[in-house]
């Protein structure tokens, strides 16, 4: 009788049982057990974008990073204004963004050290093969997104706040075209990631503005091909801040700093200058070019 | 890529099983059963707590427990959010962007849920054997015990279906976890993400994995209660 309830137990709480014994072992090894606190492991933390996530670029240089430092960087990618709010809030040592006014606005308010620019590549616009605007191979964007305004072609928009979004609307702007008077079905916006708007373009046959690294590491392209690109209008440039020990004591400052001063160190922009894809280079480091 | 393609591409991919891959299955069944675990060790006493305490305001906890097995991860995942940044009360635990993190907020999803079947079974169980157990001198919370072991079946269906709604939600483990790779990147999250990256083949690979895993832990736990049904009977 002992017997048999015994072995009931055991069978009717396999599963709680099982889930005891695979959470045990596992935080028996150190990673798992791994928290902020722990001296053993050192860490930053970066909020970044989603076009150097989606890209692959991180994937290349935080590898060289750690093997020559010993400190790994976790990176949390967002839209540049929820990443810098990231930092805002404390939660993140480093923000590593592409939008300089924002970028300014934050270390302005003191919840960064100070900016330093990274590297660049540029925006393209990408569009449907059958190119509904008419605007394939222009050399102008702002000519290029009048002509699509007035076609009501469909344009996807990230509406995310993030550094493409921002620059999307400085275009439209430069283009002198007031989106909240002329904003129609045509322009839709998702509020998401590149890789999401780019997914949402190539299915509904849409134009969307995209960072060139982000397009060239896309698996689904479709139907999408680059509509305009070359304007120099389309320079898009990353910049890297600490977030303030002052404001938020406990970031890791030392490390934090150790990061930065690797991205605009010849090596780390030697790093980020190797990164390609198909032969082709996607960030261009340009961290000792003034103003950029 | 066509249909067919996409699928081809991965079962290849669940096939040939690398590191970084098992790293996020492996990442994916600690959150999840960790979280399980402690739900099912609070929930199960407390719910069945409930099921035989009589108090004011009993109706309105029930139906509020109810309610909550439906809260949308996502809200339950911006309420740790919240709790666990720097900037908010559990700040200084520094626990953001960590996979405790991620447990505590599917705890947060799970334990309604199994809170409140917990409550239904046993009330069940008491309204149907309480001159019984009375009659053996089993009242009250002694009563419990016994009436959690006589509904152990019902309650691994409990405790199977928090594991599915944890197992399953995105919202939540994303905005708590922060998606880090090979730290808080999860089967959800990764799928998330490829999905982003246009690489369709992965995110679907790690889908079949996951509803491959899911349908593995069902088996065990359908074969463990026939193995033990039959003994009981």
Known sequence: MTLTRRLLLLTGLSVALSGAALAQTTTATPPAKTAPADAGSRFITVSSTTSTQDSGLFGHILPLFKAKTGIEVRVVSQGTGQALDT???????????????????????????????????????????????????????????????????PFVSRGDKSGTHSAELALWKAAGIDLAEKKGAWYREIGQGMGAALNTAGSMGAYVLADRGTWLSFKNRGDLVISVEGDKRLFNQYGVIAVNPAKHPHVKINDGQAFVNWLVSPEGQKAIADYKIDGQQLFFPNATQAGA | MEFGAIFKAAFALVVGLDPGFLAIVGLSLRVTLTAV???????????????????????????????????????????VFLMLSRSGPLGPLGLLFTPSAMIAAQVLLVLPIVIALTRQTV??????????????????????????????FALATALLAGFGRASAEVGAVLIVGGNIAGYTRTMTTAITLETSKGDLPLALGLGLVLIALTLAINAVAFGASRIGARYAG
């Not at chain 1, 990274?118 to 222009?138: C, E, Q, R, S």
């Not at chain 2, 108090?55 to 995942?77: D, K, Q, T």
């Not at chain 2, 919370?141 to 152990?152: K, Y």
């Open chain 2, 123 to 152: 009330e069940d169980l008491w309204g149907e054997y309480r001159d019984h157990l009375r009659s053996v001198g089993l009242e009250g919370l002694r009563a419990i015990p016994t009436l959690l072991f006589d509904g152990r």
């Open chain 2, 37 to 79: 675990l402690i739900a099912a060790l609070v929930g199960l006493p407390l719910g069945a707590a409930l099921a035989l305490a009589r108090f004011p305001g009993r109706s309105a906890v029930i139906i509020c427990l109810n309610a909550l097995m439906g809260l949308p991860p996502v809200v339950a995942g911006l309420f």
């Open chain 1, 87 to 153: 930092g805002r809030r404390g939660d993140a040592d480093v923000v590593f963004v592409h939008a300089k006014a924002q970028e300014e606005k934050f270390v302005a308010d003191g919840f960064g050290l100070e900016r330093k620019p990274v590297m660049y590549n540029d925006f393209i616009l990408i569009g449907p093969k059958a190119d509904p605007a008419g605007i394939a191979g222009a050399k102008d964007i702002t000519t290029a997104l009048k002509a699509i305004q007035e076609k009501g072609a």
